[in-house]
């Protein structure tokens, strides 16, 4: 808290007129009238990433990014196809490391350790940042078994119906599936197959949970219920989710990070993913500050 | 292109030709699908007339009786084929996964690429060099046993499991691997716990077909186990009989007999074949069915 107003949330070289958003008491209480007192409580990084850069081979995935994720608020990455933003997600739990020639560079401090620093599990940091993919990916096991899985891999097996259920319920699935649990939990609808992975990422009490477009491949009436969810987790885990859908960002996200893709260097050809602008949701969208978030968020491009 | 006007959707002389050159096509595959057939046919309707006659429950319950009498059977072979060919399993199919797990999950694409390109000379190695590698390698000097047998077929074997296996994981979606990785799975655990579990299904169907190719198999055994063996012996330390043996041997010999056993052992060697190829099938479809969508 003490050093964020210092901190630049967007890279100096853009000039931005975002710069140093958050620290602006004032915007932040715009927004957070709105809400419940709860989420009134200051901002808290729990993850801070400075000056990351992703490159695959020669091509510039993610360029020089810098910001910070904010405890127990839902923080969403938006942005056009390409621009990097489920690449940065991937390097804060390190599974770019499972990428063959994807070079990370920067620095992703979690509770201020480096995830990339020298005797960092990433076993250990994937315990403690959750994942949500895209398409549900549950395993072809039961639904028992499927939110065990990380319970038992960490050996917290005691209780492990107990937590199993509770992940459940956290997830808003447990009354859906309470009767069917020794089921394959392919049997089960898209949208109850994605909550499961929610609920299996949840089992392992995370505190920081990233979902990459969790709900793109479900039907609207599945994504309403993942986005109540997000509402209701909030209290309880940070989350960063990336997403194509505005109105998602608009209804889920406390602050949203707007990415776009730039040219980097200085070749016209060579273009990576650059933050353009980060700030409250509300703000983002109402009043950007960046002529191309808001060009973005009007629908004029992408 | 005269008869446009006549009839513009009639085509002209080159939609005849291309026409005639389709039907054409069409035939000779046809053709050559039925001669496939017809062989398989030939071979078990001739196999089963010329050895119905020795096909009784004595076949199965006897071994060979001398010269000029009947009534033998060729059960040291059945229990000795059945036994090499378990042997064989036993080594073949924990060394086959294994390779294809390495292959697979965890060497860098190069190496990969070279223990493949292995595999694929390994499965291309004629059977009765294998015999030779091992009778060098364990026979000479301490004498023909069925381990010596049964790991000449398990050598056959690992190329067989390990080349379906691989195929099966790489059918494996990636994102359960990512799944099991970002919950804090090692890549070791992955494999054990999800990708093998997933993969179940086709290692099984890899490895009946294994079976059903070293069952029928005579080089590998030439030098390594028993030829002549006349009782049932169950013991790996010494040489296991084995029915394709005993099919060359039953053939080679001046009985009448032999020859009509030979026969009877090839339809029931056949039939073996056949129905665990047939039950792959459908473990293979089912697997499909149910774990691999």
Wanted: proline share 5%.
């Amino acid at each position: 808290m003490k050093t964020r107003s210092e901190t630049s949330l967007t890279p100096a070289r853009d000039a931005a007129p975002s710069e140093g958003l958050l620290s602006q008491p004032a915007a932040l209480d715009v927004l957070f009238e709105q809400r419940s007192p709860a989420e009134a409580e200051p901002l808290e990084p729990v993850l801070e990433a400075r000056a990351v850069t992703v490159r695959y081979g020669a091509a510039v995935a993610v360029s020089d990014v810098s910001l910070d994720v904010h405890r127990n608020r839902v923080t969403a990455f938006i942005g056009p196809s390409g621009c990097g933003k489920t690449t940065l997600l991937r390097t804060f739990n390190r599974m770019n490391d499972l990428v063959p020639g994807a070079v990370v560079s920067g620095r992703v401090a979690y509770h201020g350790v480096d995830v990339n620093g020298a005797g960092v599990d990433p076993i250990e940091v994937r315990r403690r940042i959750g994942m949500v993919f895209q398409r549900p990916n549950p395993f072809p096991k039961s639904v028992f078994d499927n939110v065990a899985f990380g319970l038992r891999l960490h050996g917290l097996k005691d209780d492990l119906s107990g937590r199993v259920e509770e992940a459940l319920r956290r997830a808003a699935l447990w009354d859906e599936v309470k009767d069917r649990l020794g089921k394959n939990a392919l049997g089960l609808s898209g949208g109850q197959q994605q909550r499961l992975c929610i609920a299996r990422a949840l089992a392992v009490e995370p505190d920081l949970l990233l979902m990459d477009e969790p709900a793109s491949a479900l039907d609207p009436i599945s994504t309403t219920r993942i986005e109540d969810l997000l509402r209701e987790l909030r209290s309880q885990v940070t989350i960063v989710i990336v997403t194509h859908n505005m109105q998602q960002a608009a209804r889920v996200a406390d602050l949203t990070a707007f990415f776009s893709v730039e040219p980097t260097g200085g070749d016209e050809h060579e273009r990576g993913g650059v933050l353009i602008e980060y700030g409250p949701t509300e703000q983002l969208f109402t009043r950007p500050a960046d002529r191309r978030t808001e060009d973005y968020v009007t629908g004029r491009f992408g | 292109m005269t008869g446009r006007e006549a009839s513009p959707l009639s085509g002209g002389a080159r939609l005849r030709r291309r026409r005639a050159a389709s039907a054409g096509a069409e035939l000779l595959s046809l053709l050559a699908a039925f001669v496939a057939v017809a062989v398989l046919v030939v071979v078990v309707v001739s196999i089963f007339l010329k050895g119905a006659g020795a096909l009784s429950v004595h076949l199965f319950t006897r071994t060979p009786v001398p010269f000029g009498e009947t009534g033998g059977g060729i059960e040291q072979a059945l229990i000795g084929t059945a036994e090499l060919v378990a042997l064989a399993t036993s080594i073949a199919l924990p060394a086959g996964v294994l390779v294809a797990v390495y292959a697979h999950e965890f060497a860098p694409a190069g190496v990969a690429r070279l223990v493949r390109l292995c595999l694929n000379v390994l499965a291309g190695v004629p059977t009765i060099v294998v015999g030779i590698l091992v009778f060098t390698l364990m026979v000479k000097g301490s004498g023909q046993s069925g381990w010596a047998g049964a790991l000449a077929l398990s050598i056959i074997m690992v190329p067989l499991v390990a080349r379906g296996s691989e195929e099966v994981l790489a059918v494996v979606p990636a994102t359960l691997r990512e799944a099991s990785l970002a919950l804090g799975a090692t890549r070791a655990r992955t494999v054990l716990r999800v990708v093998l579990p997933t993969a179940v299904g086709g290692i099984v169907t890899a490895t009946i077909l294994a079976v059903a190719r070293v069952a029928g198999e005579t080089a590998p055994l030439l030098f390594t186990s028993s030829i002549a063996a006349t009782t049932v012996n169950t013991d790996p330390q010494r040489p296991l009989a084995s029915v394709a043996l005993s099919i060359f041997a039953d053939s080679e010999s001046p009985d009448p007999h032999a020859h009509q056993e030979a026969w009877a052992a090839a339809f029931v060697l056949l039939v073996f074949v056949l129905a665990i190829s047939i039950g792959a099938r459908l473990v293979a479809s089912r697997a499909r069915g149910g774990r691999l969508r």
